[in-house]
């Protein structure tokens, strides 16, 4: 199922009541201010107040956060507000909203195996994502699992002086688990989630793939789903945090979960991309004994325009390939023959024209 973030059900109280533009009358803070702010209104530890239950001129502000017309303003701008969140209790009722949403548990079953820098870049991630849930659902949707003596010394040192999230050294006792795998044997949807979900992201930091299919082995009796774009799972980010906020962003908003990827492409997963991508499709040519390799001007155009794919990326590829030209379809009209290499199709040029080339990536 989909689900609507806390600010977007405290946007629609608040249009109830005739409210458009709260303002907070503190300093924002970071993240998503809008949904961090709204899970604080539902749990009762701020309060939203009409100008004239306030007592006094609100002053303008800026807008900081928007959901369903509805702009949460702060700091100083132009815009006027009619309200005012406060830290006391309001006029306003939230209490019959349920913020009743799936959680993440990052497992820490393979902590052990990791080295030290993966473990350093395991924790900074496990900061971020936890900032991520906040922003798209509430604080309390994130837990750790799997967390031995060693783990928890590890968790308690980072986040001193205390960890924010719940701790658990055996999964909690939900009934739907669901496994984030890459190898999973089906693609993950929305259709199996449900509020009581158990979304399992796997505590793996790989820096050589020498765990490549670790993830398979947790919980192996449950559901493993698996997160692919148009079926390639290259362009999917493979950062805890990132693949975090792809779910988050494709359970809370009415995207297909493949647009969620496209929104998250990341500076290393259009790298791994475009190398893969190249070995898979080149296609080689012979021109006067010289073996050259090129990419369809189809395909080239299709990458940048889809991920964002620029010439810094296709220069990074080109050298991992050995060089590479980007060709127009006329280049088949000089084929004189066929030939093979290394059990490869190598097609044979009478000739190559400055027409016929798009682009050279040395």
């Known amino acids: 199922m989909k689900f609507k973030s806390p600010k977007c059900l405290v946007a629609e109280r608040l249009k109830e009541e005739g409210l458009k533009r709260p303002k907070l009358l503190f300093y924002p ?12 209104l539902v749990k009762g530890e701020l309060g939203v107040l009409r100008e004239e239950e306030f007592g006094e001129s609100i002053l303008p502000g800026k807008v900081v956060g928007e959901c369903g017309q509805v702009e949460l303003l702060a700091l100083r701008g132009s ?23 799936p959680t993440f548990a990052v497992d820490m079953s393979f902590f052990g195996n990791l080295l030290p820098s993966e473990r350093k870049s395991l924790m900074v991630q496990l900061e971020i994502a936890y900032g991520v849930v906040k922003d798209y659902l509430t604080p309390e949707n994130f837990v750790i699992t799997s967390v031995d003596d060693e783990v928890s010394g590890v968790l308690e040192e980072f986040f001193s002086p ?12 939900v009934e739907n688990v669901i496994v984030l795998d890459p190898f999973g044997d089906e693609e993950f949807t929305h259709e199996e989630v449900t509020p009581d979900t158990l979304i399992v992201v796997g505590g ?14 947790i919980l192996p009796k449950v559901k493993h789903r698996r997160i692919t774009y148009k079926g390639s799972r ?12 792809i779910v988050c962003q494709y359970l809370t908003e009415d995207i297909t979960l493949e ?3 496209r929104r998250n492409v990341t500076r290393d997963s259009r790298l791994r991309f475009i190398r893969r991508e190249l070995q898979k499709n080149l296609v080689r040519f012979m021109v006067s004994g010289e073996l050259l390799r090129g990419i369809p001007e189809e395909l080239y155009l299709k990458w940048k325009e889809e991920f964002g794919i620029t010439d810094f990326f296709f220069r990074k590829g080109a050298k991992h390939v050995g060089g590479f030209i980007v060709f127009k379809p006329s280049i088949f009209d000089r084929v004189v023959g066929e030939t093979m290499r290394r059990k490869r199709r190598v097609y044979v040029l009478e000739e190559l024209k400055d027409e016929d080339v798009v682009a050279v990536y040395p």
Request: glycine fraction near 6%; hydrophobic fraction near 40%; proline fraction near 5%.
């Open 259 to 261: 647009e969620a990827v």
């Open 29 to 40: 803070g970071r993240g998503d201010v809008f949904n961090r702010v709204a899970y604080k």
């Open 162 to 173: 205390s960890v924010p999230f719940k701790l658990y050294r055996f999964l909690p006792d």
């Open 204 to 217: 793996i930091v790989d820096s050589s793939e020498r765990m490549m299919g670790a993830t398979a082995e």
């Open 79 to 101: 815009v006027k507000p009619d309200s005012a969140v406060v830290k006391a209790r309001g006029s306003v009722d939230f209490s019959g909203l349920n913020l009743n949403y």
């Open 234 to 245: 290259d362009i999917v980010p493979d950062r805890i945090n990132e693949i975090i906020k």
